[in-house]
């Protein structure tokens, strides 16, 4: 089964740090591009950060250029979003998402569950 | 940035009628090299993640139901419901997927509900 797994989320206060990871499986990870994207309670999706499938190419949304990185580890079947200098509007329930193409932009086919990050003092 | 404007905010239709979202992106989301839309649609319900509908603005997903239909090309585009079902209640969004290195970017969202 095709399947994306979120973990990582948390509690933490403004200014901290948190790493989010999303395991893959049932697909061959290191072919395809991936995504985080996220949804403030209540609100619509934001896409936040892609990574291609080399990590050749690394894309991220002004909200959260040079606080966050995505990076991925092809052997282990593994995305990750390192946070940094977190604030009270990262709070969001975040998403990973697969590309469902293996050559251009595509359409986002697969999604985890998501994991929640609160930031709050 | 593309910017994804939807509407309506949300709509109330009776089961088995036709429902309408409508999506216009601020620029044309069609690449002439391959003459394909950029353009996707997703569904989620609540306390789920979204779930594709609908991509290249006309191509259905595997498994979605074809009371599902995408049309539209360049800036504005539509997603019907020919027949609303009880599990269709959800919100709706649409995304472009045109834009590198800005990132995709989504609509507002639709809510759709029964009458």
């Known amino acids: 089964e095709v399947q994306l797994v979120e973990s990582g989320g948390g509690l933490v206060k403004p200014g901290g740090s948190l790493r989010l990871s999303c395991a893959a499986s049932g697909f061959t990870f290191s072919s395809y591009s991936m995504n985080w994207v996220r949804q403030a309670p209540g609100k619509g999706l934001e896409w936040v950060s892609s990574?291609?499938?080399?990590?050749?190419?690394?894309y991220y949304a002004d909200s959260v250029k040079g606080r966050f990185t995505i990076s991925r580890d092809n052997a282990k079947n593994s995305l990750y979003l390192q946070m940094n200098s977190l604030r009270a509007e990262d709070t969001a329930v975040y998403y990973c998402a697969r590309d469902r193409g293996v050559y251009s932009n595509d359409a986002f086919d697969i999604w985890g569950q998501g994991t929640v990050v609160t930031v709050s003092s | 940035d593309i910017v994804m404007t939807q509407s309506p905010d949300s709509l109330a239709v009776s089961l088995g009628e036709r429902a309408t979202i409508n999506c216009k992106s601020s620029?044309?989301?069609?690449?002439?090299?391959?003459?394909?839309?950029?353009l996707a649609w997703y569904q989620q319900k609540p306390g789920q993640p979204p779930k594709l509908l609908i991509y290249w603005a006309s191509t259905r997903e595997s498994g979605v139901p074809d009371r599902f239909s995408g049309s539209g090309s360049g800036t504005d585009f539509t997603l019907t419901i020919s027949s609303l079902q009880a599990e269709d209640v959800a919100v709706y969004y649409c995304q472009q997927y045109y834009s590198t290195p800005r990132g995709p970017t989504f609509g507002g969202g639709t809510k759709v509900e029964i009458k």
């Open positions: 620029q044309s989301v069609l690449y002439s090299s391959n003459n394909k839309n950029y």
């Open positions: 990574i291609s499938s080399s990590s050749s190419y690394i």
